[in-house]
């Protein structure tokens, strides 16, 4: 499979918790992207980084989000002492020549 | 911050009808891509347009960027029903800007 891997696809979480996705992107890109959407809505920005590197990071990261890619390979965002409006999709990109590469999402509800 | 509108924000259509989407941005876009989202899936990836005044085809699909590179448009001839799901356009500069989308619901 040469596409945007991402995991896990949901994950149902207790408010207070703490939850880590993870993003293989695809091999040869060097920038790998998270997005956050939620129902009816585009994807917001969150961060991305080039190759290990992160370059910029959205306002809509607080303190409890921090995102990670040491190997400038795989990326891990993890959501500290989640909170019910943490419910959303999150998405992974890698980024082509052209267009941005999305993964399936991992979906994740607090309750 | 840069922003990016999209209207209508849904569409409903009876199959065979025509379907067009606006995009408009706060600021002037290096280029522009398109993506479609259907319902329960990702965005996937459409096309690229750079040029001021671009137009280009895919099949039904014709995408246009404004003279002034801060719209664009999306039409689709004759709709099909396999043409169901969100389009978004997004503003492409370090990142992507995503638009408010619009749905787009075909009835047969």
């Known amino acids: 499979d040469t596409g945007v891997s991402q995991n896990p696809r949901h994950k149902i979480t207790k408010r207070g918790q703490n939850v880590t996705f993870r993003c293989d992107p695809i091999s040869e890109h060097n920038r790998l992207y998270w997005y956050r959407q939620t129902l009816g809505q585009g994807p917001e920005f969150l961060t991305y980084?080039?190759?290990?590197?992160?370059?910029?990071k959205s306002r809509l990261l607080s303190d409890r989000f921090s995102a990670e890619r040491p190997k400038g390979s795989f990326s891990t965002l993890e959501i500290q002492r989640t909170e019910q409006g943490d419910s959303a999709m999150y998405l992974c990109?890698?980024?082509?020549?052209?267009?941005?590469?999305f993964g399936s999402g991992t979906r994740l509800t607090v309750v | 911050g840069q922003q990016v509108m999209q209207i209508p924000q849904y569409q409903h259509v009876q199959e065979g009808e025509d379907f067009t989407t606006y995009c408009n941005s706060s600021?002037?876009?290096?280029?522009i891509q398109w993506y479609k989202q259907r319902p329960g899936g990702h965005p996937v990836f459409l096309i690229q347009?750079?040029?001021?005044?671009e137009v280009k085809k895919q099949k039904r699909l014709t995408f246009q960027f404004g003279e002034a590179k801060k719209n664009s448009s999306l039409h689709i001839t004759a709709t099909q029903t396999t043409d169901v799901g969100t389009y978004f356009c997004?503003?492409?500069?370090?990142?992507?800007?995503f638009g408010t989308g619009t749905r787009l619901q075909v009835f047969p």
């Open positions: 600021t002037t876009l290096s280029n």
């Open positions: 990109a890698s980024r082509g020549d052209y267009g941005y590469t």
């Open positions: 980084f080039q190759n290990e590197a992160q370059l910029e």
């Open positions: 347009l750079v040029k001021s005044g």
């Open positions: 997004a503003g492409n500069t370090d990142k992507l800007i």
